[in-house]
């Protein structure tokens, strides 16, 4: 083979390209490079391992490394892509035998993102990001008794053993800090409160999940308050100090010092475009990758994917960088059909996002910050309802708040969140759906949705909601 498609990265978009590609192409030589060990692993599964609620790691990945290799993928596990030659058609790998140079006919940068830690002291024994496999099996070792976790059977031969077993010899930590109020810190917050922790979530800016704006935010503070997580709103960490034996001993920040003997930093990511930068391929939003709407580059037969990318917003037809599951999955699947020889759309997207928070289920789409509404050409107005989840008589009904936003001008939906304890999430859905199809809030409020009472009232809360912002419009 002269032409192989080659991958940069194993996991979402990585890999269901290059397994849509020899689906649709199988005789074309399909080559993986991964410089970690694991590969089709599931991020957002982490906290959940952490908790306890899913005990075994390899359960959270797709595929194994033989399944990929029954599917005619050449997959090369710790192997670094270190650099691209968009002219001479290469790129440069370091691997365990040595540094050699692979040529493609097509080329797939699916570099993920990386967990952004601009705290002094993260390098403490102690302190963690939760941004990878490895930081998952060390917290949850560190979480139970000594002695309970053999470091050699967590996830196999996949986990770094060295990572993990300085954290199951140690006894477990009493208290622990969160930094960050965003998805990862409410999760991980109740993970860590599963295990009788005293937790301590701090947050620069005054609200919880901003982008799901202030309904939502208030309702995961009373949340997490009634749960025993300790809040620390409109606080800064400084950073993260020792004990003087490179172990985590305590938070500093704006209003003083807080013990602390495990800390969990999550502040957010970015996106790894080094390799195309370096490679003079042009970046937008956010640093990430720039690409058309099949995936391609500024380069000839070079495509980005995945948490790496851009992509095209539904409401503000810009595009911008949404670093989520789903959109990296099809859009990988979407490069790998094209690269097959059938053009595919990458999708655009809403930023739909979902996120639980003890017994409370949040989800969010759109713009519903009303000054990033203005930038986009829009004049906002937003409403918030709270209705029944089901018809009031039947059990189990429960308050569900729903935000929406909307064009005050032309009535379109711009986005909207929900927040509440029996199925709220889904129905963020349901937004979502409205939103890919350019409708206004007057065509949501007539959108004929399911009734019976076990499900949900005559009126949806998403329906009353589109009710009343109806009357804000013109």
Request: hydrophobic fraction near 40%.
């Amino acid at each position: 083979m002269t032409d192989p498609f080659v991958v940069v990265g194993g996991d979402a978009a990585g890999l269901s390209a290059a397994s849509k590609c020899r689906r649709e192409h199988p005789d074309r030589e399909v080559i993986v490079f991964e410089r970690g060990r694991w590969v089709s692993y599931a991020h957002c599964g982490l906290p959940y391992y952490v908790k306890g609620e899913v005990d075994d790691l390899l359960s959270l990945t797709t595929l194994s490394p033989e399944e990929v290799d029954d599917r005619g993928i050449d997959l090369r596990r710790e192997y670094e892509v270190t650099a691209v030659d968009t002219a001479r058609r290469t790129v440069t790998v370091e691997g365990p035998d040595g540094v050699v140079e692979q040529s493609y006919g097509d080329l797939l940068l699916a570099t993920g993102a990386r967990a952004v830690a601009p705290v002094d002291g993260v390098d403490l024994e102690g302190a963690f990001t939760l941004h990878h496999m490895d930081s998952a099996a060390a917290l949850r070792a560190f979480l139970s008794e000594p002695g309970t976790v053999d470091p050699a059977t967590v996830g196999d031969d996949y986990t770094d053993e060295s990572a993990v077993r300085p954290y199951a010899e140690r006894a477990p930590p009493e208290t622990a800090a969160i930094v960050g109020g965003g998805y990862v810190g409410v999760e991980t917050a109740e993970a860590l409160a599963a295990w009788d922790l005293e937790v301590h979530l701090f947050q620069r800016g005054d609200a919880l999940l901003p982008p799901f704006g202030e309904a939502v935010s208030e309702v995961v503070a009373d949340e997490l308050r009634e749960r025993g997580v300790h809040l620390h709103l409109g606080c800064e960490v400084k950073a993260l100090d020792g004990d003087g034996t490179d172990r985590l001993s305590a938070i500093r920040h704006t209003d003083g010092e807080t013990t602390a003997e495990a800390a969990v930093v999550g502040v957010g990511v970015r996106p790894n475009a080094e390799l195309a930068t370096e490679a003079g391929v042009e970046t937008g939003a956010n640093g990430a990758v720039a690409v058309d709407e099949y995936g391609r580059t500024s380069a000839p037969d070079v495509y980005a994917a995945g948490d790496c990318a851009v992509a095209e917003h539904v409401v503000t037809g810009r595009r911008t960088w949404v670093p989520l599951g789903l959109t990296a999955n099809r859009a990988g699947r979407a490069v790998g059909a094209t690269v097959a020889g059938d053009p595919t759309p990458t999708g655009g997207v809403a930023g739909t996002a979902v996120v639980k928070a003890f017994d409370q289920e949040c989800g969010r789409t759109g713009i519903l910050d009303h000054d990033r509404a203005r930038e986009a050409g829009f004049d906002p107005v937003s409403e918030t309802v709270t209705a029944g989840s089901r018809s009031g008589y039947y059990p189990g009904n429960a308050d569900t708040t729903v935000t929406l936003c909307a064009d005050r001008d032309t009535g379109r939906l711009l986005g909207g969140s929900v927040v509440g304890t029996d199925r709220a999430a889904v129905r963020i859905d349901t937004v979502a759906t409205a939103l890919t199809g350019g409708l206004t809030v007057d065509e949501l409020e007539r959108t004929d949705l399911a009734y019976a009472p076990p499900f949900s009232p005559v009126w949806d809360p998403v329906l009353v909601a589109a009710k009343v912002v109806s009357g804000s419009v013109a």
